[in-house]
């Protein structure tokens, strides 16, 4: 039976702010974005004033007139979960960080080892998080992955709480559907006027109907519900290993530079895509090139704050293929990379306030156009002359 631990950050943002700045400890505080205009994390001491991410920073600070407003430094939120990463592949040497703030350790077989079982060593890693780094995260303990997540969320901040195995789907039905991975958006909204509002109602429902609902993701989505989730822990090669990826390789070597741009903003579409399917934002684009001569090379990008929307990295992709196709050899390949992972649910809005919430929207609109119709159902202006092309050949086939 396998033993997951989850930890996740509480406020973390604010909490490495305090943490960094000891004049800001036990003052309330909240981390702004410089483009959002929303509290992107808020101190324990702010949340007293009914602060939390998403909030306007005006009301937050109507809320509270002692309230210190800092701006994100995400350099430094990923140095500080670096460390704690580390902390845990000290206990166990697969560690899988989920995002900035939070990670998943696999302690399955390791209880001789480390002479203790699980709960104690996750008490053991909340009191070094707190006694070096002075952070508070929380923990659950379970089974699975997802199971362990939720618990680590349940009883925030400082929270502790393990799942014993078989106890799962119990510890699950009475939860809001919003608590499981994935349902959230348009998928929370599709079941609730399908009448289910618990993860126990998803979990008996009959599959069949589930099925006419969530399509192909029904079985999938109803396994979870019960607490079954066998994706195993995966420990990174190294800090950087992106996420998502997406790999073009063409048919014959290409040396024409419109046309990789075009292919490289088809990939960062599907790429971000995929990113937004999983309710998280990322800080880094990676672009490696492969010359026909078997040679590769790579360029990244990093912006200035978390982006789950492809429009964000449009105007880098001519500078990263100019980077990264350093030799004035033809390309055989592209492939596109995203890392540096944030999860929006606890503390950016990903859909929040303008100007954020249009593209967002847009983007999800175009999402579920391009499932529900395939991905030419929507297009963008760089695409219409090669569409018009491909228009043209079929129809000189045809004739």
Same mark, same amino acid.
């Given at each position: 039976?396998?033993?997951?631990? $989850? ?60 309230? =210190?407003?800092?701006? /994100? $430094? ?52 909340? $009191? ?31 929270? $502790? ?17 919003? @608590?499981?991975?994935?349902?959230? %958006? ?68 290409? @040396? ?32 490696? =090139?492969?010359?026909?001569?078997? %040679? ?26 100019? /980077? ?13 990379? /995203? ?20 593209? /967002? ?12 119709? %395939? ?25």
């Amino acid at each position: 039976m396998r033993t997951v631990v $989850h930890w996740d950050g509480d406020g973390f943002f604010a909490s490495v702010e305090q943490a960094a700045d000891h004049r800001l400890r036990g003052r309330p505080v909240a981390v702004g974005g410089a483009s959002r205009g929303v509290v992107l994390s808020a101190s324990r001491e702010a949340r007293r004033y009914g602060i939390r991410p998403g909030l306007p920073m005006g009301k937050a600070q109507r809320a509270c007139r002692r309230l =210190v407003v800092v701006p /994100a $430094h995400f350099e430094l939120y990923e140095q500080f979960s670096r460390q704690i990463v580390g902390l845990c592949e000290e206990r166990t040497p697969l560690v899988e960080p989920l995002a900035v703030g939070a990670a998943y350790l696999d302690l399955t077989g390791t209880r001789a080892l480390l002479r203790a079982d699980a709960p104690q060593v996750a008490g053991q890693l909340q $009191h070094t998080v707190s006694d070096w780094l002075h952070l508070s995260i929380s923990t659950g303990i379970a089974t699975s992955k997802t199971v362990a997540r939720i618990a680590a969320r349940l009883h925030k901040p400082g929270g $502790h709480l393990a799942v014993q195995a078989g106890g799962e789907a119990r510890f699950l039905a009475p939860l809001p559907l919003g @608590w499981l991975p994935g349902v959230g %958006g348009e998928t929370l909204a599709t079941l609730q006027v399908a009448g289910w509002s618990r993860i126990g109602d998803l979990a008996r429902a009959p599959v069949d109907a589930l099925a006419l609902v969530l399509r192909k993701r029904a079985l999938a989505l109803q396994r979870l519900a019960q607490g079954v989730d066998e994706e195993p822990v995966r420990r990174p090669r190294d800090a950087e290993e992106p996420l998502w990826r997406e790999t073009v390789d063409f048919p014959e070597d290409v @040396w024409d530079e419109a046309l990789l741009l075009r292919t490289l903003r088809e990939m960062l579409e599907r790429l971000m895509a995929n990113v937004r399917a999983a309710d998280v934002e990322v800080r880094r684009l990676t672009l490696g =090139v492969r010359y026909t001569d078997r %040679g590769e090379a790579a360029r990244s990008v990093t912006l200035a704050e978390p982006a789950a929307v492809e429009t964000d990295f449009f105007p880098h992709l001519p500078g990263l293929l100019r /980077a990264a196709w350093g030799r004035r050899v033809r390309l055989r390949a592209l492939i596109l990379q /995203a890392s540096r992972v944030y999860r929006p649910a606890a503390q950016i809005p990903l859909f929040g306030p303008p100007p954020k919430k249009a593209p /967002a929207q847009l983007a999800l609109a175009i999402d579920h156009l391009r499932r529900m119709y %395939g991905e030419r159902a929507v297009m963008r202006g760089y695409q219409l002359p090669a569409a018009a092309g491909e228009t043209a050949d079929a129809l000189r086939r045809i004739a």
